[in-house]
């Protein structure tokens, strides 16, 4: 772990001297309010141990992260019935496009773009109220975070609520095909409160770790999920998890991850690490720019890339 | 090796007795020839041992599969200035799709989808001869298998040529962008003739060793490439390796992989070995449909998947 | 006028026997309840002599005809400005398609589907309540019809707002990319009220008088429009009145018309007569089958293609 | 007449003098070397008379003018067994799109785009040697003309078909699908010549004076086809004859109309007039500017919009 430290250390010493930092989302008002020159990191090993450096322990919008988290919890109410309602192929374009949904008949391609998680969400609703389903989101992210303290930003939830409005159109649009079973606007309450979940670096790095180790935190020794169910997360993570540029993550991380408007990325180096990185400047596809610079540097200078010892 | 052995026998026989087989490929009329029922498997770890079963010493027409080759090679001539020429993400469309070109002014989306390979092709022939590129593409791959004795079937070659309509779209199509640099008459010329390589199980897996073990050949030990870019070539792989059904090979079988129309499929278990499957039945999205499940039902009994131990 | 008395006459007895009577639209649950032998047909000419048929003074659903009405008060309000808000332009897809505006950053192609038509409603109803926007519009066409008992069916309208989800996605999504003013759903309740107007053929005929007298009603010598203008609108409903069987009635009817899913389509001979056709079974493009079989029938027998004498 | 003949001058004079004038198509080299101020007019009216003015005498190439002649043509030899190879719909995108066609099985839209054109020429070559199917357009254009001075011109043939990668794509995409029947270099051939037939206005009006008379020349008073099929080859240009400008056009000029490349309309004043125009600069969606905007000013001063009288 000393060189994993060090590595950490060094990677956010040289983030903080670059220039190249992106562009914050403006799209959720909200969000635009975040200091453009955080960045922090987190990576917490097999056996426990914390690296963290820079914003590591600043709460942020984990926005589009929250995927993983609702696909794995719904993925243990509905099971493989969930494909019904979500494809598992990389969209070809951007997070919030629509029309690939017009070509489908209002299938998403998968559960990490803005469609899928809400066709996802939609689950998880079903059978429940908003309050709830949400309740149930939250308490499962503080368990796998191992920490209460998460919580929602009101404050974002009500900023994309009010402009949402691509959302919108993609929940409703899904809807006409009958692929959400639930009121539109109460599936987007739950949905935009869960992109609304605020967590540092450390807290998401915590939370990824079951995806690391077998579906299993290996401090508590919980099982979240089979084994094979986590190493399937993953390989969505790794071909669907950065919208259209999920082909350059792999290509430059070579580990699987997801990120979220806000700036964060778990990634996850299976049997090695949960790592989580933050930093608000995103590029063109809508990925923390720094975050994966960061990460390439990580994985280069720990052999971590799942593609070659 | 010997649990490999095993494995690798058990699923011979279990594919032996589907009746699942897939659809063969039609489209080039001399592919339609082959054997419906033929099943190949070859596994070589990193001693350089040998698990066959099946008809793993029939050739067959590896088609797609040689544009991994084709990559290889033109990286080592061009370096990252490919990538001006072809791009990295998956495609979201099918192998043969043109969508994506109107859109992306002429710029294939990754070198695994046929435009992506054939631009990669053009990079290749770019200041030789047809007959010296090809057979430049040619050694490469004999290299690669370390066996003199691969060659092109003519026939294929000819069937394809003559009957290849949409891939002559799509070159004269990127041609009208600029992205081909010669006549594309002579580009398609060598592209059809390296898809209709010829090669067994046993030479596809040994020629995919590189990729395997950070760019070399651990028996031989002669380096192909650079550890880094057999990493992300594998990441290419994972990626954007089976059309539109990548991100559905990712999730069943958790490796790096390349298909061909021929039904062949090479894999890669990175430091631990690489693998050829052949059987010509093809799924819905062009990919052998025998191959994707021998490789699923490997990888689990293997422990082999990269997104989990 | 004998003659065309003659010739309505016939047709509505020859439309009667026909059993290709096409499908009565059903997403809108209320449309579905409709009598599917329904026909009637009115003619009225330059002198306002009526030829009228079958179902004549049967008031149904006009649905997107209304779109001519809206199109001529917006003009009337925004003058060429509303050219901003949407183009004009045949769309080459189907009614309700969403992809045309991702690619064409939320400009809808004309104001005839159903995007364009929502965004000219949006226009009328800027700086105004919802009711008094829908007021006008109904005083508008109770103006041109020259008929006050022209009403809303409310139930129609709303059984559109409780299942119109591509419509709410089609709003949203131009909300996105601030092509509309209003908050969504007060456009879109005025969109779904103004859709619901009933009208008989004979009203709907009556209505349409000025396109065909240069943009005045030649009984009342009202002027509703400039000359120019009522001749723009024809255009516009030549080339985009059908979605996409927009050709093919210009093809075979030869008159500028619109449809509307309730079935009915008004049809404008200019300087001779404005037509009313309605019977709700749709072809495939979601016009009237029988309304546009009745339309080929009577310009060929009077002579009316404007595209030949 | 007297009015006919002042009108074309002013209109002649006037776009002497704007500086408006369009883009000159750079795509074919050969077309690059026309006089970007060339300007000329000639219309013909029912009885023979001609008011022409500016380069009414000066040939260029007609390129996608000829798509109405050939479809004349084709449509004599194969009837409407042709429509099972092309359709009758605006396209929504642009003159070159391949979009479509992968969308739509290989079946254009309409015979005014290219690809659509490329099928119909296919149909008129089944059974010939390419000269021969270029003898018979080449001859059908001159007895339509009355003028057997009418050619080719070889260096805009050969231009295009040194760079029309564009168009080689389309017709192999096509072929796959099996919508052509020849050889795709021999229709090509054909096609590529045909659009280099080069025509003075006064050529091109006295070709087209057959569809604004009911299908019949009036001065020779041969029939070239019956009303009912010229009246639909105007409506065919009504709605598709402006590739993705159709719809403005309409809206503008109010005639039918078929632009080509070179900088050409034909436009259509049924039971009037014979139009021709020719002006090299071009718009966004390819058709010619300045062609557009003396349409416009003649059809408003003469009153001849098909729209209102």
Sequence with gaps: MHNIDLVVREIADEMRLRTDRGEVAHYIPELARVDPNAFGIAVIDADGNIAAAGDSDTPFSIQSVSKVFTLTLALGKAGDWLWQRVGREPSGSAFNSIVQLEYEK????????????????????????????????????????DDQ???????????????????????????????????????????????AIAMSCRQLAMAGRFLAHNGRNPSTDMSVVQPERARRINALMMTCGHYDGSGEFAYRVGLPGKSGVGGGILAIAPGKASIAVGSPGLDAAGNSHLGRVALEALTKRLGWSIFGV
Tied chains: 1, 2, 3, 4.
């Design 106 to 145: 209002g299938i998403p391609r998968n559960p990490f773009i803005n469609a899928g998680a809400i066709a996802v969400t939609d689950l998880i609703l079903s059978g429940h109220q908003p309050r709830e389903a949400l309740g149930e989101i939250l308490r499962f992210i503080r368990f796998l975070a």
């Design 149 to 195: 303290s998460v919580t929602i930003d009101e404050a974002v939830a009500a900023s994309e609520q009010r402009t949402g409005f691509r959302n919108v159109a993609l929940a409703n649009y899904m809807k006409s095909f009958g692929v959400l079973e639930n009121p539109v606007d109460l599936t987007l309450g739950v949905y935009f409160h869960q992109c």
